[in-house]
């Protein structure tokens, strides 16, 4: 006489349950099939389509369609805005060139910043009215310096693109400060 115990492995169970799920999805199945063939009875879809005409009498004229009409909505000016009063004298800042304008009729006449030259790195070039010395190349960059008109700078590198304007990234020549300067405030240095 042999003892065999009663226990089971998982895959005892799998071989019981397996087959049981595949019939299950094989009968969910063909209830799909069967019922995208047959159609729910409870849809409201009809199931002949209904055609319809216009009919016209005989004598009289069919209309025109109707014609596309043009609509120009043109831009009406707003209030004027009021600047925001400040502690600090007003500086000319880098701030206000530095945004791009959204109308595309700009012209070079209104982009301060058209027809700048370029610089080659270790030129000098000079500031043409009091600018911010600006540690990345943006008006959120943090201010190193106030420089005042007439600094001189020397050019460490090719400039990055911002908006309408570039800026350089410069050195004083005085001070050994680096940062970046907006193109607009710069010009080339006398020789």
């Known amino acids: ?13 799998l071989r019981i349950a397996l087959p049981v799920i595949g019939l299950l999805l094989l009968i969910g199945l063909l209830w799909y099939w069967a019922s995208a063939l047959i159609g729910d009875g409870g849809s409201d879809v009809p199931l002949t ?5 216009v ?3 005989v004598n009289e004229a069919t209309p025109s369609p109707p014609t596309a009409t043009a609509v120009v909505i043109a831009p009406t000016p707003g209030p004027p805005v009021e600047p925001t009063p400040t502690e600090a004298p007003p500086v000319v800042a880098v701030t206000q060139a530095a945004a791009p304008t959204a109308d595309p009729a700009t012209t070079d006449a209104e982009n301060p910043c058209a027809n700048m030259p370029v610089y080659a790195a270790e030129s000098l070039v000079t500031t043409t009215d009091q600018v911010r010395l600006r540690s990345s190349p943006s008006t959120d960059g943090e201010i190193i310096a106030e420089l005042p008109a007439g600094t001189q700078l020397r050019v460490t590198g090719n ?27 710069l010009k080339p240095a006398a020789p």
Do not use: K
Not at 1 to 13: A, L
């Open 1 to 13: 006489m042999s003892y065999q115990p009663e226990e089971r492995y998982w895959t005892d169970y």
């Open 49 to 53: 389509p209904e055609l319809a005409a």
């Open 159 to 185: 400039f990055e693109e911002a908006g309408q304007c570039d800026w350089w990234p410069v050195t004083a020549t005085a001070t050994n400060q680096s940062g970046f300067v907006i193109e607009q405030f």
């Open 55 to 57: 009919i016209t009498p």
